[in-house]
C-alpha cells in the first residue's frame, strides 16, 4: 500500500514534527527526566522537542524482538519474529445478550465468559480484557478483571489500566501468581495498554503507567488513536505522519524510564464519516491506516500493536463479515505482529458478542490459511501420486491424501458446507446459529484453569477480589 518513498516521506515528516511542534507531556516529573535525557523541554508550555538525532540514540534501546509468555507455554506470543498473532479487544460497555437478543451493560460475569471463549478459540491467541464490569465499585476492578481472566484463561492477557494504582494491582497479583517480581520479568503472562491523547499530547496519568510498567517488566503499549478529520488531518497521509510522530514519542519515552523496555510501537487509527460526525471503525479507511503504519513500525524494525477486525455492525451480519475479512487480510498481509480489537467486536468497538467471539475464529482461520501460503515442494508435487493414479483415476483412496488433507485444508466449524436438502433437514443452519450453539455449550460449565488451592491462596492475599 506504501512504496519504500512514500514511508521515508512519512517517516520525515513525523521526525519533524516531533522536532519542530514536539509532544505536549502534561507531567514535571516526565518534563524533568526527558531533559536530562537531553531532550529540549519547554517548562512554561509543556512541550517536549525531539531531536531525530536524539530520537535515533534513545530508539537504539529498544527491543526488536520480545516474547510475551502464556502461562502454560502453549501460546507465546513471539514478536519481531515475522509472526501474525490475532487477539479481541477490550472495555466495552454492552453486549449483545444471546437470550434476548438486545444489548445489556457488561459485568464481570461477562469478563470471565469472553476469556473462556478466547481460551477454546485457537485462532485467537491472546487475550484482552473485553468489557466494563458495572457491577464492580472503580476502585477495583482492574484486580478483579485481571484475576478472573487469569482464572479462565492460560493465554496472554493484556488490559487498559485507568490509574496506577490499578496498575500496580496488577502488576502485584501477576508477580504472586508468577511466584515473585524476578520470575514475572522473566516470563511477562500480562501486559498494559496505554493511550497518548491525540493530536500530540501525554497526560500525566499515562505516563505514571508507562513509566510504572517500565520500571517494572511489564510490557505496554502506548497506542494513539487519531481519527481522521477530526483529532488528526483529513488526508489518510497526514493522519499516519502524527500517529508515526505520537507512536515514536511513547515507545523512546518508555526507553528514557527503562533502556530496554519491552514496549509495542502502537496504532489505533481510524476515521469519521465527515458527512455525519459519526466514528467509522469499519471503514475501509480504517483499515488503510492500519496497514499503513504496520509498515512505519517495521521501518524501525519495531513490533506493532495493530487494529483489525472492528465493524460498525450491530449485529452479526452480511455487513460485519465484509467489513471484518478485509481488515483481517489486509493488516494481517502486511505483517502486524500483534492484532488486537480483531475478535468479538461490533458497534464501531461500543459493543461485544458471544457469538461474534466464535465466528471471527473461524475467519481468523481462513486469513492464517491463506498467511501459510502454497508450499512447493517433492512432496506436494505429488508427481508419483500422478503417476499412480493415471489417467480416469481418482485420489480419494490414495495414501497421498490422507497424509495430506489435513494439512493443506482449513476445515470450518461453523460455515455451512452440505446440500440442499440436508440444510433444510438440519433446520437451515446458519454460521450464527452455529455459533449460537458453541457459545452455550462452552459456557454452560466453566471450568477455571487455577486450581482451587490457587484460588484460595490468591483470594486470602487480596480480599478485594470479588466473585463473578
Known amino acids: 500500500m506504501l512504496t519504500s518513498t512514500d514511508i521515508d516521506k512519512i517517516d520525515r515528516a513525523g521526525r519533524s514534527i516531533l522536532k519542530r511542534v514536539g509532544v505536549k507531556i502534561l507531567d ?10 537531553g531532550a529540549e523541554v519547554d517548562f512554561k508550555t509543556g512541550r517536549v522537542y525531539l531531536s531525530g538525532r536524539w530520537l535515533d540514540k534513545i530508539l537504539t534501546n529498544a527491543p526488536k524482538t520480545f516474547t510475551l509468555y502464556s502461562r502454560d507455554g502453549k501460546n507465546d506470543l513471539y514478536l519481531g519474529a515475522g509472526n501474525v498473532y ?39 491467541r491472546f487475550y484482552i480484557i473485553a468489557c466494563q464490569a458495572h457491577d464492580l465499585d472503580a476502585e477495583f476492578y482492574h484486580l478483579n478483571d485481571f484475576f478472573h481472566a487469569l482464572s479462565h484463561t492460560t493465554k496472554h492477557v493484556m488490559g ?3 490509574t496506577l494504582e490499578g496498575v500496580r494491582q496488577v502488576w502485584q497479583l501477576a508477580t504472586f501468581i508468577a511466584g515473585g517480581k524476578s520470575r514475572f520479568k522473566e516470563r511477562p503472562f500480562v501486559s498494559v495498554i496505554t493511550n497518548p491523547i491525540s493530536p500530540l499530547t501525554l497526560d500525566a496519568n499515562t505516563l505514571r503507567i508507562l513509566e510504572f510498567c517500565a520500571l517494572n517488566g511489564i510490557p505496554v503499549t502506548c497506542a494513539p488513536a487519531p481519527i481522521s478529520g477530526a483529532t488528526s488531518p483529513a488526508t489518510l497521509t497526514g493522519t499516519l505522519v502524527q500517529l508515526h510522530a505520537e507512536a515514536l514519542a511513547g515507545v523512546a519515552i518508555a526507553q528514557v524510564f527503562c533502556p ?11 476515521a469519521m464519516d465527515l458527512r455525519t460526525m459519526d466514528l467509522t471503525m469499519g471503514s475501509v479507511e480504517t483499515t488503510m491506516l492500519n496497514t499503513c503504519a504496520v509498515h512505519l513500525a517495521k521501518r524501525y524494525n519495531l513490533p506493532i500493536y495493530a487494529s483489525a477486525g472492528v465493524t460498525d455492525a450491530k449485529i452479526p451480519d452480511i455487513q460485519s463479515g465484509f467489513e471484518k475479512g478485509v481488515s483481517y487480510l489486509m493488516v494481517a498481509m502486511a505483517g502486524a505482529d500483534y492484532i488486537h480489537l480483531a475478535a468479538g467486536m461490533l458497534d464501531s468497538g461500543n459493543s461485544i458478542s458471544y457469538e461474534q467471539f466464535i465466528i471471527d475464529n473461524e475467519i481468523l482461520g481462513m486469513v492464517h490459511r491463506l498467511l501459510s501460503g502454497v508450499d ?31 494439512r493443506q485444508f482449513f476445515y470450518p466449524n461453523l460455515a455451512i458446507r452440505m446440500n440442499f436438502d440436508r440444510w433444510q433437514e ?4 446458519t454460521p450464527l446459529t452455529n455459533a449460537n450453539e458453541l457459545a452455550r455449550t462452552w459456557l454452560k460449565e466453566i471450568e477455571p484453569v487455577l486450581s482451587l488451592e490457587n484460588v484460595l491462596e490468591i483470594r486470602n492475599n487480596f480480599s478485594q477480589i470479588v466473585d463473578a
Not at 530496554?260 to 481510524?270: D, F, H, M, N
Not at 512447493?376 to 495430506?404: F, K, Q, S
Open 86 to 124: 490475532f487477539g479481541n479487544g477490550g472495555r466495552v460497555f454492552r453486549i449483545l445478550d444471546m437470550g434476548t437478543g438486545g444489548y445489556r451493560p457488561t459485568t464481570l460475569k461477562d469478563v470471565v465468559n469472553t476469556a473462556c471463549l478466547v481460551h477454546h478459540l485457537e485462532n485467537i
Open 160 to 162: 487498559g489500566c485507568d
Open 376 to 406: 512447493v515442494d517433492e512432496e506436494t508435487l505429488a508427481v508419483a501420486t500422478i503417476d499412480n493414479v493415471g489417467p480416469g483415476g481418482n485420489y480419494v483412496m490414495e495414501t497421498h491424501t490422507v497424509e495430506h488433507m489435513f
Open 426 to 429: 438440519k433446520g437451515k443452519p
Open 260 to 270: 530496554s523496555a519491552r514496549v509495542l510501537y502502537g496504532a489505533v487509527p481510524t
Open 28 to 37: 514535571y516529573h516526565t518534563q524533568s527526566i526527558l531533559k536530562a535525557e
